[in-house]
């Protein structure tokens, strides 16, 4: 089946820096992402999404990027602050089936 | 907006006993969504449904795992009996598009199987 992964399971950058974690996906028929921020004890939370119709999607302080060439995913968080803390996963759809979450990248802000 | 409720937040049991969560989308969602965390993973599929009905409970280990939405409002997911390997937290999430929009998760419910 489909499968999502991560190139980096960890990341630590200074407070401030900008964060950039990544994604790779195999299934190129998939067409429908979403980068989600789990804390600790809690449930993930949804942060951006983007349709395989665009390269590039930009929220409040995170940018998500998408090359469909290399099927690859990235999430763009500028001035990390201490709250950005957590695991990040990835997620793929494709046409509506159910989602796949890729295993997650741990971000950890450092003072 | 009340977000998906979701109950225990703990548990823990011998294995071969049985336990039940239980989870109550938010209003008007009528897809709801059960997903096994196992620690430092990501979220697997469970079961998910539309409204009662059953759309896709082909990663659920129906051996010792069911899952009910009578009313096609709130859940309940049972295993019965539990092994050491089913210690994991238990998501549940809720959509108002199906699988073609945005998850909404409750916190969890972490299970310890000893």
């Known amino acids: 089946g489909e499968s999502v992964g991560l190139h980096l399971p960890t990341l630590s950058v200074q407070e401030g820096d900008n964060s950039i974690i990544n994604c790779a996906y195999s299934?190129?028929?998939?067409?429908?992402f979403i980068w989600y921020k789990q804390e600790s004890g809690k449930g993930p939370q949804f942060i951006i999404d983007?349709?395989?119709?665009?390269d590039k999607r930009q929220g409040q302080r995170v940018t998500v990027l998408l090359n469909k060439t290399v099927k690859h995913l990235s999430l763009q968080i500028a001035a990390t602050q201490p709250g950005d803390s957590a695991v990040y996963f990835c997620a793929e759809n494709n046409y509506g089936q159910n989602f796949v979450f890729g295993p997650g990248t741990r971000l950890s802000v450092l003072p | 907006e009340a977000g998906v409720a979701q109950s225990p937040r703990y548990k823990i049991i011998e294995k071969r006993q049985s336990v039940a969560f239980w989870c109550n989308p938010i209003s008007g969602h009528a897809t709801l969504y059960w997903y096994q965390q196992i620690l430092g993973q990501g979220p697997k599929l469970l079961i998910q449904?539309?409204?009662?009905?059953?759309?896709?409970d082909s990663q659920l280990p129906k051996d010792r795992f069911s899952a009910e939405r009578l009313k096609g409002v709130d859940s309940t997911l049972k295993i019965q009996p539990a092994k050491l390997e089913d210690s994991a937290v238990y998501l549940c999430?809720?959509?108002?598009?199906?699988?073609?929009?945005?998850?909404?998760f409750g916190e969890g419910s972490r299970l310890t199987v000893l």
């Open positions: 999430a809720s959509s108002s598009r199906g699988s073609t929009g945005e998850l909404f």
């Open positions: 449904f539309q409204n009662n009905g059953v759309v896709d």
């Open positions: 983007i349709r395989s119709n665009m």
């Open positions: 299934n190129s028929a998939s067409d429908y």
